[in-house]
Nanobody
Framework: QVQLVESGGGLVQPGGSLRLSCVASGSIFSINAMGWYRQAPGKQRELVATITSGGSTNYADSVKGRFIISRGDAKSTVYLQMNSLKPEDTAVYYC??????????????WGQGTQVTVSS
């Protein structure tokens, strides 16, 4: 019914940049918010950044000043520009969407995840 597909992950050296993209598709009625979460080996999934339909953003302290979340002209698309990457940013990054479908109420959906590895 709803699919979130991430792209843009890969291997990058410390200090480098990477841009993640996520596209939500399906019978979507409205999207309240989208965001990015990540999960590193041995750790729980954590918030990276979120953006609401109104444009309000929220960032984890660990990425403030380095990452920027944004929405595309099509509100079903969200980006995460990651700059000044550090080895500790290495994780699987998951796209998240808080949305309503045409036949159901508001709920959260997750993408499959994309691997980001920061290493020299």
């Amino acid at each position: 019914q709803v699919q979130l597909v991430e792209s843009g992950g890969g291997l990058v050296q410390p200090g480098g940049s990477l841009r993640l993209s996520c596209v939500a598709s399906g019978s979507i009625f409205s999207i309240n918010a989208m965001g990015w979460y990540r999960q590193a080996p041995g750790k729980q999934r954590e918030l990276v950044a979120t953006i609401t339909s109104g444009g309000s953003t929220n960032y984890a302290d660990s990425v403030k000043g380095r990452f920027i979340i944004s929405r595309g002209d099509a509100k079903s698309t969200v980006y995460l520009q990651m700059n000044s990457l550090k080895p500790e940013d290495t994780a699987v990054y998951y796209c998240n969407a808080d949305l309503r479908t045409v036949i159901s109420g508001r709920r959260t959906y997750w993408g499959q995840g994309t691997q980001v590895t920061v290493s020299s």
